[in-house]
């Protein structure tokens, strides 16, 4: 009897501890769950395809999807979005022109903190082609205009061409290609930065050689030109010099070109033509060069013409005494 007893409290001992540890181990499995059970949507996640080399997607149900994913409260907080994405690999398999595919949460690459559970829409449809290459020019997509008094004079692509890599159905209808948006509001210099080329199409996605450029846009102060006619020519002389000039022709026409504020604003009468005569002796005649002095920001386009010939005349005998 001595014995069944003590088998009998060895059993009810171990048996209490069997029970705290399960009630411990409950409690914790409780608070784990408790702790990890946040969730959240992410959404645009990027639906990638991963097919044998030869092979494109020439069309697809959906290009991203929304994953839902669990964990504590704050690795929700913390997570990186742009570090998930669904994985669809067919390399290896055999495929056809149409395929369905399910999308599991096994396919979604993210953070280890945190588990995906469920991929919306759970199914994508793809329709496949033979890959082909083709090269097309870059355009670079401008956005707005400079200030007002300045524009745009070159926009340059560096390379200019990018050979893309798709599903022969599509490539070949593909004509050119263009850059990630660039905004010029508010710019007064000239710039340079790289950009991304932008996909084609949203149903299909190309391979892209080079995925960026070097773009370089070049900004000047917006110019206008404008004709003065009839302008006339004076002589610059040394200083106490009596002698006079005469120009043939007596005028010449300019045309300027700057700043459109300032050449507006111009006027014939402010437009001053000269010919350097300093060396000019009495009673000769020499061709020389027309001057036009202009103000800042204005460049000369052109003088007609561009010499006069200039003639001074004989300096009066002095009286004899």
Known sequence: MAGFETIKGWLLGHLGKKVIA??????TWVTINDLTSYEDVVKEVPLVIELDEGWAVQER????????VRGSQNDIRLLDRARI???VD???RKVTDTL???LLPAMVESPKSVRPVLVDPGEVRLVLDREQAKTVPITVDILGQPPEGFEVEQVVSIPADATLQGPERRIQNVEGIRTAAIDLEGRLRSFALNRDLVQPS??????LDP??????????????RKNFEAVPVGALLPAGHSGSVEFFPAVVNVA???RADVITNLTVRQIKAFADCSELAPGERKDIPVRVPTPGGVDIIGIDPAQVRAEMSELPEEPEL
């Open 22 to 27: 399960l009630l411990l181990a409950a409690i």
């Open 90 to 92: 067919l390399r290896g």
């Open 100 to 102: 369905f595919i399910d």
């Open 61 to 68: 149900s959906v290009s991203a999807v929304s994953v839902l």
């Open 202 to 207: 949203d149903s299909w996605t190309a391979r």
């Open 85 to 87: 994405q669904v994985v």
């Open 211 to 224: 995925p960026q450029v070097r773009v370089e846009v070049t900004i000047v102060e917006r110019s206008a």
């Open 256 to 258: 300027l070109k700057g």
